[in-house]
């Protein structure tokens, strides 16, 4: 499968996306325009499996040739080959093929698959399994998963999932503007498989995937911290960050999920209650579940917002060093949620925006790193696991 950006004029974008329509196993449309600049903007920030393109758009651009032969994403132009520019256009935008227009509907489908990059790509090293975790409510978290993810995706151009696993009250769907149909509810029915998983999942944009909450809040209890095993062997073989937004507290499917994951971030926020809560569940991570240092990083959200409470005040508190500080930013995250968009897309500038990719940076390069199997199997060991054996 492989997701399409195309860029046409009306009649002939109607025509496709009808058609499109009609192989919904094989392609997903991300984005359509008749505007290159627009074009070249969504592609260089979502990265498509391919552009598809109408050699009449491109033919009263001249600018866009050099923007568009720039870009990382595949290629495939539609237009006359005899007798018009569309062949030179072709070499200059180095299309990877160039379909004539009267016979697109038999050659399509084949020219796409050729050229255009999956959707899931296999990556050759190993995943890297991040838990957003906080006991406290409202903290950030999901704000943090969802900004973290679509970092990632942008940054590193690796195919990251976020698995909402705030099973009953879960809301990174409605972060980044999805209405899902299908959830991880959907997995409690028989195997759990590649193919089952991709169906439950959705797609945000060719590297960004959301594996959604259960749409109902009384299905929550059916997803096992089983299930959520199985899940993870098979998304660490598709993915290469798998990013799970929890809820607070200490139930199976946290200590699963904290158990599995190679870092759990602890969301912090400058006030005490919350310092109180985190301080009970650093100790509980370092001395009941014997998490090794490393694993558990400490994320103070929503700083300067003066509320008396320094980054040396947290660190001395919590005896712990705080890895990574968020800015407040004032109506900034709830305005991108209200658009269903990641923040790191709609206002990457913002100081928020900077703190969140330099996190991603340092996730990235963690993965970059990483040695292999044994260490990270030593990393893991936890409450969970030793119960289990
Ligand atoms: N750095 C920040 N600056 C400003 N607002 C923020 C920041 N981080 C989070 N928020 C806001 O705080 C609220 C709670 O955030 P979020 O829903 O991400 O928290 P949560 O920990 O996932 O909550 P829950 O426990 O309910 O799942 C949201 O309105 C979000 O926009
Ligand atoms: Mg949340």
New binding site residues.
């Given amino acids: 499968m492989f997701s399409v950006y195309m860029a046409a004029e009306p009649a002939l974008g109607d025509a496709w996306e009808e058609w499109l329509r009609q192989h919904p196993d094989d392609v997903l449309l991300v984005g359509r325009t008749q505007d290159l600049s627009e074009a070249v903007r969504d592609c260089r920030r979502d990265l498509p499996g391919v552009l598809l393109l109408d050699d009449q758009v491109l033919a009263q651009d001249s600018l866009a040739l050099a923007p568009l032969a720039d870009l990382s994403c595949p290629i495939v132009l539609v237009g006359q080959p005899d007798g018009g520019d569309a062949a030179r256009r072709a070499l200059a935008i180095r299309a990877k093929d160039l379909i004539p227009l009267h016979h697109w509907p038999e050659e399509l489908l084949v020219s796409l698959k050729k050229a255009a990059l999956p959707l899931y790509p296999r990556d050759r090293q190993d995943a890297q399994v991040l838990a957003v975790f906080?006991s406290?409510?409202?903290?950030?978290?999901?704000?943090?998963?969802?900004n973290l993810a679509a970092s990632l995706a942008e940054r590193t151009h690796d195919a990251v999932i976020v698995v909402d696993l705030?099973l009953a009250?879960?809301?990174v769907s409605t972060?980044l503007g999805l209405a899902p149909e299908t959830t991880i509810y959907d997995l409690t029915s028989g195997p759990i498989d590649s193919a089952r998983v991709r169906q439950a999942v959705q797609s945000v944009t060719n590297r960004l995937s959301v594996l959604a909450a259960p749409l109902a809040p009384e299905q929550a209890e059916d997803v096992t911290g089983n299930l959520l095993v199985r899940l993870l062997e098979v998304l660490k073989d598709e993915y290469a960050y798998v990013i799970l937004?929890l809820?607070?507290g200490y139930h199976e499917i946290n200590v699963t999920a904290l158990d599995l994951a190679d870092v759990v971030l602890t969301?912090c926020t400058p006030d005490v209650v919350t310092l109180r809560a985190v301080g009970q569940a650093l100790t509980l991570f370092r001395e009941d579940f014997r998490y090794p240092a490393d694993k558990v990083q400490l994320v103070l959200?929503?700083t300067g917002s003066r509320t008396g409470i320094e980054r040396s005040d947290v660190s001395r508190i919590l005896k712990s060093p705080v890895q990574y500080e968020?800015?407040?930013?004032?109506?900034?995250?709830?305005r991108a949620?209200n658009q269903g968009t990641a923040f790191v897309q709609a206002e990457p500038s913002s100081p928020?925006a900077q703190a969140i990719f330099s996190l991603a940076d340092n996730v990235a390069k963690v993965r970059e790193d990483a040695s292999g199997a044994s260490r990270r199997t030593a990393k893991r060991g936890g409450w969970m696991r030793s119960r289990r054996s």
């Fill in positions: 906080s406290k409510g409202g903290v950030g978290k999901t704000t943090v998963s969802v705030d009250f879960g809301d972060m937004d809820a607070p969301l959200n929503r968020l800015p407040s930013a004032g109506s900034l995250p709830v949620a928020l």
